[in-house]
DNA sequence: TGAATTTCATAATGGTCGTTATTAAACCAC
DNA sequence: GTGGTTTAATAACGACCATTATGAAATTCA
């Protein structure tokens, strides 16, 4: 019983993303958070919990609804192939909306007050569980030949995870789609191949 | 005539800087400076002027008094050592100081309020300009034969930015010199030779 | 219809932000 | 010394921050 809620809990969520994408955790305020969802502020603390839980509510989304291309990418047959089309999504990603370029991951706290530190550890544990996740598929790639024996998964792993991220970095500086997807042919140029 | 400044303004310009670089444009507060520098709040607008021009000052400053490798580097003989140059200095740059890790230009600004827009753009603009040192730089090696005629200069200088940033995050999340490292070898090894 | 319950919008909370009056202290020229 | 001038420190400014108390509106069950 009760009175209905009168807004799309989905829509909102996937509004105050959008905020947090562009403005960061710390540069987005209710101010900007209620004009994006049409939600006033007790309506967004009573569905969501604090900014803290919006934002971490919003990271999830966005790992579920953006970011879904890296699991498909890691049942890709070669290394190579899991590397290409890992950078061709977050090229197009970083690119597609003008108002929010970049990676929310990245844009949302590389830096910022004392009191952002929790946000910006949980989004460090999110980054570390990619890159796992992708030194297991390099390792993987190891022992089926894809990769020589020379090959560092490791090194691997973090090298195209800082490409990516430099990529989101430079996105949000305004570049091209097409002069990030030269940096990625790059990158690429340099990924190691089985045949000596 | 008048009473003598009581602080040094090239030491509190330093310890404004290293409040910037760890806690970027907006997460620094007058709070944080004037704890830093040890000079209080009129002292510092009487002589830096407001926030954001005290900023830029450090900005200047980081970059004569940390980023000076890169014109060195530019002077070397091919561009692989000039590439791996400046990797190598990044990274000791960005791991020296477990108090201020990363990047001043990228932890500074990447997202945050409108009224940081001006900054933001300030930092791509000094961006812009090393991107085009580096492309300058590789198009006279690609001039001088030191890169193959198959070289793309615009895509070498973007693709060395984006491995740059990426390690400037990498480094905010606590990537070791050594991981750090690893992640320069890889790209180097995509570096293209002359020789066939 | 009426009591219970949930959501709604308005507005206020204490705190911190960047910025600046204000006043006392220190210096130089005369 | 004294007047003129610059800096120093305290404290205040309005604005905005995240958060929440308050009471009206809306719905369900009895």
Redo the contacts between chains.
């Keep these: 019983m009760g009175r209905h809620r009168e807004f799309d809990v989905e829509k909102a969520l996937d509004a105050a993303l959008c905020v947090f994408w ?3 955790y ?2 987005a ?1 209710y101010a900007d958070l209620t004009e994006a969802t049409g939600v006033e502020r007790p309506a967004l603390y009573s569905a969501f919990g604090n900014k803290e839980a919006l934002f971490r509510q919003a990271l999830d989304r966005y790992y579920e609804r953006y970011l879904d291309y890296l699991p498909k990418a890691l049942e890709l047959p070669t290394s190579r192939e899991v590397a290409a089309f890992i950078m061709s999504n977050a090229i197009d990603l970083n690119t597609r909306y003008p108002s929010h370029t ?1 990676c929310l991951g ?3 706290v ?5 009191e ?1 530190e929790p946000v910006r550890q949980a989004l ?1 544990d999110a ?2 569980v990619g890159e796992m996740q992708l030194r297991e598929r390099f390792e993987r790639a190891k022992a089926e030949g894809d990769l020589p024996e020379t090959a ?1 998964p ?3 792993a ?2 195209l ?7 989101a ?2 996105a ?4 091209s789609r097409e ?2 997807e ?2 990625a ?3 690429l ?4 191949t089985k045949s000596a």
Tied chains: 1, 2.
Aim: glycine share 14%.
């Design positions: 562009r403005k960061g710390e540069g305020s970049g990245i844009n949302g590389l830096a910022g007050s004392d952002a460090i980054r570390a560092k490791a090194a691997l973090a090298f995870l800082a490409v990516l991220h430099g990529m970095v430079q949000k500086a305004g570049f002069a990030l030269a940096v042919e790059q990158a140029s340099a990924w190691p």
